[in-house]
């Protein structure tokens, strides 16, 4: 296998590296080239049938077998306690192949033109469109949540590699004139190889919002997954080689905080982007101070969700709803700090209520459900901790909060929970202070905006906010004074790919989606040209 260097000439010193590389691989280990998982097996599964046997690793253009299975994990299907796969962790080897594979196709992808790298990303996202129904599925399987939310998520992410493919082309510099006839411009350039460390809740979509705006600036990139859902980022890895990248500009490596270590610590990494818990983030940001690489922290929250009594009721429940429940609860932006103005907090937990009792929970794959599995049993065990704290602190369970076991036999091993609305809280309970992340709704009233303004910014999280009002100025008046990074008026958790993400506070810095995106994949080079005479000093 000597695909990279065929029909090059050996006087390029770019493509000879390449070249080399490839033969190093070679003798190293042979890429798998058959997909981890035939359509037709994934379209024949149904929930607690499926085992992934294949590799999930994936770098020079193939999948790629571990070096050795020891420190293999097992990894569970939410809804059914039932071995999905095992995951192996890659080691130092593995990690230096995987970045040394990912650099060689830097070297080629970075000098094609913004409008070639473009076809190869519209062609990715045109076969993720197409295999949308099997990617959703398996992204179910993985992490439990509903077929119906996974089908969005994964066409949020050939949107954003559709978004990004657009703008590849658009990256451009600026041209300043200087006094003489002299001038200079500047240059969007890539930075290199990125590490992307994921998180278990969006697998695909994160894979997705990392990768596609590292690419579109002519980057590589190596991708960590969450040890608890290894599956379905090995699948984006194999669409982008069907795509037609350079081998090697998509790699994936499982592993868990030693192997996050291994990439952030490799001298060829220039950039780390990471979504994940605030201290696993600090240590992130530790870790590329050392070697002086750009970081974006996408972390957790504990957003305020704000409702005032003018709102449109009907509406500002389903914001609640929307705000608390996707994904089992275990979303960082949930606005899970509900305050409602007193005057209509009884008519607004009589309706949120009979909603949320109204989830239907139970088997992911099935159409009807709304509610799946936690992601796993020391999860649910956490997220019911909190509400049995919660008890004790005085707070009252209005519905929900408990293991929920679905009649389905086959699912009486999942990690299912009824949703959970709490009442009577108070600012400084346990639940009100701490991200849960689960399916759990703490709900406080208030009385004046100056007064639940104070206390939605009283946390040391940023990431989201919302407002429900009918008074336009309020909305943004509210807005402006909230700190977050994001803040919805009139709707929550709605994530087009057009606008950037990302938080305040300990909520992590940097932006995901949207145009400045590229700013964080880019660096900017300042080429000064002198057209006369050097007017030297000396
Ligand atoms: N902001 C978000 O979207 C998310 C926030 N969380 C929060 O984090 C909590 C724990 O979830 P985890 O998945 O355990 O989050 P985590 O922060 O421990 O892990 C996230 C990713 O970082 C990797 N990682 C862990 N330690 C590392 C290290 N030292 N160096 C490099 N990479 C490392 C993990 O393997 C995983 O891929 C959740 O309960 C929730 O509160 C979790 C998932 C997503
Ligand atoms: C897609 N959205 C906005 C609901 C959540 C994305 C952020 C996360 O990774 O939790």
């Known amino acids: ?62 999948r790629m077998k571990p070096k050795d299975e020891k420190n293999a994990e097992r990894v ?104 003489g006839g002299a001038f200079a411009y500047t240059r ?27 690419l579109a600036c002519g980057n590589a990139m190596v991708f960590k997954p969450s040890p608890m859902t290894p599956v379905t980022a090995v699948m984006l890895a194999e669409i982008y080689a069907q795509a037609g990248v350079p081998e090697g500009l998509f790699n994936v490596v499982q592993g868990a905080a030693e192997t996050g270590t291994l990439l952030c610590h490799h001298p060829l990494v220039a950039k780390v982007s990471f979504t994940g818990s605030v201290p696993t983030g600090k240590k992130i940001m530790e870790m590329s101070a050392k070697g002086v690489k750009p970081v974006t922290l996408e972390l957790g929250g504990k957003s305020p969700l704000i409702i005032f009594k003018d709102s449109e009721l009907d509406n500002a429940v389903k914001g609640a709803l929307m705000a608390n429940f996707l994904s089992q609860g275990e979303v960082c932006c949930n606005g899970t700090r509900v305050f409602v103005e007193r005057e209509i907090l009884p008519k607004f937990l009589e309706e949120v209520v009979k909603r949320t009792k109204a989830i239907p929970i139970g088997d992911p794959l099935l159409d009807g459900t709304r509610m799946g599995a936690l992601i796993s049993r020391p999860h649910l065990d956490r997220v019911l901790g909190f509400i049995s704290q919660a008890k004790k602190e005085g707070a009252r369970v209005l519905c929900g909060g408990e293991p929920f076991v679905p009649t389905d036999p086959k699912l009486q091993g999942g990690y299912f929970m009824s949703p959970c609305v709490l009442d009577n809280c108070t600012d400084d309970m346990t639940c009100v202070k701490e991200e849960i992340f689960g399916p759990v709704m703490s709900v406080l009233p208030f009385d004046t905006e100056e007064e639940v303004l104070q206390r939605a910014n009283n946390t040391t999280f940023g990431l989201a906010a919302g407002v429900f009002t009918r008074d336009v100025a309020r909305a943004h008046r509210v807005a402006e004074n909230l700190q977050a990074g994001t803040c919805f008026i009139n709707n929550y958790n709605i994530s087009p790919v057009e606008v950037p993400f990302g938080g305040y506070k300990m909520s992590g810095f940097g932006r995901e989606n949207g145009q400045v995106t590229i700013e964080y994949y880019s660096q900017l080079k300042t080429v000064v040209v002198e057209m006369g005479e050097v007017d030297s000093l000396f």
């Not at 003798?27 to 097996?41: F, I």
């Not at 192996?88 to 033109?113: I, N, R, T």
């Not at 590490?195 to 990392?210: D, R, S």
Request: glycine share 8%; aromatic share 8%.
């Open 188 to 214: 969007r350039e890539p930075l290199g190889v990125c590490v992307g460390i994921g998180a278990w809740n969006y697998p695909f979509q994160i894979a997705a919002w990392k990768s596609a705006p590292a």
């Open 1 to 62: 296998m000597i695909s990279q260097g065929e029909g090059k000439t050996e006087k390029d010193p770019v493509q000879l590296r390449c070249f080399t590389y490839t033969l190093i691989f070679t003798k190293m280990a042979q890429p798998l080239r058959t997909p981890v998982l035939p359509a037709a097996v994934i379209r024949s599964a149904s929930t607690g049938t499926l085992e992934v046997k294949e590799p999930l690793n994936f770098w020079c253009g193939g």
């Open 76 to 179: 569970y299907e939410p809804a059914t306690g039932h071995v999905l796969c095992e995951m192996v962790p890659c080691g130092a080897e593995e990690v230096d192949q995987a970045v040394q594979s990912a650099h060689s196709a830097y070297l080629k992808w970075s000098k094609m033109a913004g409008m070639e790298r473009a076809r190869v990303m519209l062609e990715a996202a045109r076969i993720i469109r197409e295999q949308r129904d099997e990617i959703a599925k398996m992204e179910v399987i993985n992490n439990g949540k509903s077929i119906t939310e996974a089908r969005v998520d994964i066409d949020v992410a050939w949107q954003c590699i559709e978004y990004y493919a657009g703008m590849a082309g658009t990256l451009a510099g600026q041209h300043i004139q200087l006094p």
